[in-house]
């Protein structure tokens, strides 16, 4: 496994800082435990009664289900540690727990639905829009491209090759449209908006800005939909999340230019307004570029960070439905803040020149990777392919600012 091997490298094996109480996102009563409702159910409760029904010898922790796992491990310095042992269980968690619950996510240009599981964990579903071998269309605005589900499924794993981590887990999931969205939902704007196409498909297509109408209808096969299940981060109720507009922000007009586009020395304004002027937040943005140029994603207008962190913590790559439209197209705007500010972490610049060498092959890391989920194959090959020669010249770009 050349992943394996990926993960036994030095380089991602750099040790974070010590994780104190207060770098924790939240402290967790060590005495509070869940157990099962009953013997027959899969429902959790959270009970001081717990003790008398737990094996011996079980932590508190040990009886958490995978998503409060995930929410009670994430700190200041990552969303999750490299060698997760939680991560196997819970994206299985996400393909395969039963969906007690599927209602429409508010807001946003597309449809999405948040789905519910017994154990109280809830998913982020975005259903499949087009085929893997489908290009987004040469005369698309960025604005104007689909949110594919492969790509929100593509995008974890890349994140978690380049060591960032901080994209939540995805997994992909065959849904069956009929038993577990349409009969089970409570949305009553949502269930309206079913319907049987010509054909004798379930379809349906919700309310939203853009592409909620009878001819952007998501259809299964008769009923049964591809879609991928993001793990939801902590409710804002309990963990506040801060929502930064990206200085490098594209105009998102068919005519007007952003400022950066304009202006060649944009970066120096940029490095003296809060919060770039200080700390790593300008570097960290630099790596989330990267990202996004590897997978083609031009739709990157604001991120998130964690409040209790302040300025000093990670940033959130959220929604990245976007990326992977082209193949073969290299979007070089979007390494504008990389080429403008001519910086890059050490860290990141190492790996970066690690994943270009023969024995840790970008391309082939990410196939394997998405070997394992269950709608594999995830991308068409020339996707993959488009890795490699993108990375090329991310490390190029890197080449001329240092001989600057």
């Given amino acids: 496994s050349k992943l394996a091997a990926l993960f036994e490298h030095p380089l991602y094996n750099i040790p974070i800082p010590e994780v104190t109480e207060k770098d924790k996102l939240f402290v967790v009563n060590p005495m509070e435990k869940f157990s099962l409702r009953s013997s027959g159910s899969d429902e959790w409760v959270s009970s001081s009664k717990a003790e008398t029904l737990l094996p011996t010898g079980k932590t508190a922790y040990d009886t958490y289900p995978s998503w409060l796992k995930f929410h009670v491990g994430i700190n200041r310095y990552e969303l999750y540690p490299r060698r997760d042992p939680l991560l196997p269980t819970l994206l299985r968690d996400l393909a395969t727990q039963r969906i007690v619950s599927s209602v429409q996510k508010s807001g946003g240009t597309q449809l999405k639905l948040i789905m519910t599981f017994p154990n109280y964990g809830q998913a982020l579903f975005k259903p499949m829009k087009q085929t893997r071998d489908q290009e987004t269309p040469i005369d698309f605005f960025y604005f104007s491209d689909f949110e594919r589900h492969n790509a ?26 009929t038993k577990e969205i349409r009969d089970i939902t409570t949305d009553k704007k949502l269930a309206k908006t079913f319907f049987i196409s010509p054909v004798g498909n379930v379809c349906f297509y919700g309310e939203c800005s853009y592409y909620c109408s009878t001819e952007h209808a998501v259809c299964g096969k008769p009923d049964q939909l591809e879609g991928s299940m993001a793990a939801l981060l902590p409710d804002k109720t309990l963990a506040k999340r801060r929502s930064w507009r990206s200085p490098w922000r594209r105009s998102y007009h068919k005519s007007k230019k952003a400022e950066w586009e304009l202006n060649p020395n944009y970066c120096a304004r940029v490095r003296e307004t809060p919060p ?3 700390g790593h937040r300008l570097l960290d943005l630099i790596d989330m570029t990267i990202l996004d140029f590897l997978m083609g994603n031009m739709d990157r207008h604001h991120y998130e960070t964690f409040e209790k962190f302040g300025n000093d913590t990670f940033l959130l790559h959220l929604d990245n439905g976007r990326g992977f439209g082209t193949h073969s197209r290299d979007e070089l705007s979007i390494l504008a803040p990389l080429q403008q500010c001519c910086s890059i972490k050490k860290s990141t610049y190492l790996r970066l020149q690690l994943l270009a060498t023969e024995p840790y092959r970008l391309s082939d890391l990410l196939r394997e990777a998405l070997a394992a989920d269950p709608l594999a194959p995830i991308l068409a090959e020339p996707h993959l392919q488009a890795l490699d020669r993108r990375l090329g010249k991310v490390l190029v770009a890197v080449g001329h600012c240092l001989a600057r």
């Fill in 276 to 278: 770039y002027n200080r």
């Fill in 152 to 177: 929100e499924i593509a995008a974890f794993h890349l994140d978690r090759i380049l060591d960032f981590r901080r994209i939540p887990p995805v997994s992909g999931r065959l849904v069956n449209i």
